[in-house]
């Protein structure tokens, strides 16, 4: 497509980094409308559909876009004869698993090469793999000026969910036995691995038929995601998430002051200091920088991507230990942009000889700082994008 008009409509929903990608817009001289309105199912909502198709009669855009994908936004798009642009910073996405990805206007957009594959493989002809980046002016700014960096000093710090609320615990007491055993050693081994995902693998034919009995799949008939898929990701890889995470946070303020940013239920996670929540936009910076290490805990469902906090870290100049990701070697050298851990007992090790290694810990940082700065900002990122929406 050729860029005329330099005007683009932005669907807004709760993503974190919105206002990053729209200011970049900006600064390539698009124009931008925002639409927002409650979308209670990602597949079909007849008023925003209307009011998409509205926005799209009254002005003519060069694209509209979102961060995720939405099949009632590609349709309304499809409608139109108007290109529709997504990038993900979730993965799985559960609403691509659906007919209208198929729809000839749509220029896909996933951080996870894996996933990328997936749908490039199933027929997906419009999809390309780009990974997330950073605005590194947005935060330098943001800590160059602040007067309260004291307030956000940790030695260990982790920002992020427990998933304490995975629907897990409230289906398990509805298995039978066996069943129960079954997914609890599943889970079990996908804790017990690095950088790869078991869980829809562990999920056979024989336990999906014993699943459909006790869990009722809701999908539309345009859906072509499946129970495995669905099981894996939405209840299995939340529930690992929190055992991940809370277990390797304990193992830790074991030896060493622990902090802890979330909105999650901290009750069972004793002598960690809870600091409430932080503000993505003016606060969380603050705490990268301000924290000897920082903790990246990759959900399963993530299978080869590296997660925004990844980028975040990075970009506030902040130290990171995270667990293994295979992309992270695409653009990161271990030991030398940031460290990578294999197992809780790793962590524990690594997080103790860097503590005890000012030097190293600082040099570290400012490599991944410095490597993130130069490669990978959300200029160039969209300029990727906008070079392919022109090509």
């Given amino acids: 497509m050729e860029i005329l008009n330099k005007r683009i409509l932005i669907y807004k929903w709760r993503a974190y980094n ?96 894996s996933s990328y594959l997936f749908f490039k493989e199933l027929g997906v002809e419009q999809i390309w793999h780009l990974p997330l980046a950073v605005d590194t002016d947005r935060i330098d700014h943001i800590i160059q000026n602040a007067l309260d960096l004291k307030l956000y000093e940790n030695e260990i710090s982790f920002i992020g969910s427990l998933y304490e609320r995975n629907s897990y615990d409230s289906l398990v007491p509805t298995f039978p036995p066996y069943l129960q055993g079954y997914l609890d050693c599943a889970m079990e081994a996908q804790m017990n691995i690095c950088g790869g995902n078991l869980l829809e693998r562990l999920l056979t034919d024989d336990i999906c038929m014993q699943l459909e009995r006790h869990y009722r799949l809701e999908k539309s008939e345009r859906s072509f995601s499946d129970l495995k898929l669905i099981f894996a ?73 590296i997660p925004l906090r990844v980028w975040d870290v990075l970009g506030a100049g902040g130290f990171l230990i995270t667990n293994y990701q295979p992309e992270l070697e695409l653009y990161f050298e271990p030991d030398k942009d940031l460290v990578i851990f294999e197992s809780k007992q790793d962590l524990a090790q690594k997080v103790s000889y860097y503590l005890d290694h000012e030097e190293q810990r600082r040099k570290i940082a400012e490599n991944g700082y410095k490597k993130v700065k130069l490669n990978h900002s959300y200029k160039q990122r969209i300029a990727q994008m906008l070079e392919i929406l022109q090509g």
């Fill in 233 to 305: 990701t939405t209840v299995l890889g939340f529930k690992v998430a929190k055992e991940q995470r809370c277990s390797c946070l304990l193992e830790l303020v074991k030896k060493h002051p622990v902090s802890i940013y979330t909105n999650s239920n901290t009750h069972d996670l004793v002598k960690i200091d809870y600091r409430g929540s932080v503000d993505y936009w003016t606060q969380m910076p603050k705490v990268f920088y301000g924290s000897k290490i920082n903790l990246n805990f990759t959900i399963p469902n993530i299978k080869s991507g």
């Fill in 18 to 113: 919105y206002l990053d990608v729209y200011e970049t817009f900006r600064a390539f001289g698009f124009a931008v409308d925002f639409l927002e309105q409650h979308l209670p199912s990602y597949d079909e909502d007849a008023q925003l559909t209307e009011k998409l198709l509205k926005r799209m009669r009254e002005k003519s855009y060069d694209f509209v876009f979102t961060i995720n994908y939405f099949g009632v936004v590609s349709d309304a798009c499809e409608q139109m004869g108007v290109p529709y642009v997504s990038w993900s910073c979730d993965s799985p996405l559960i609403s691509m698993y659906h007919e209208s990805v198929f729809n000839r206007h749509n220029f896909i957009f996933l951080f996870d090469k």
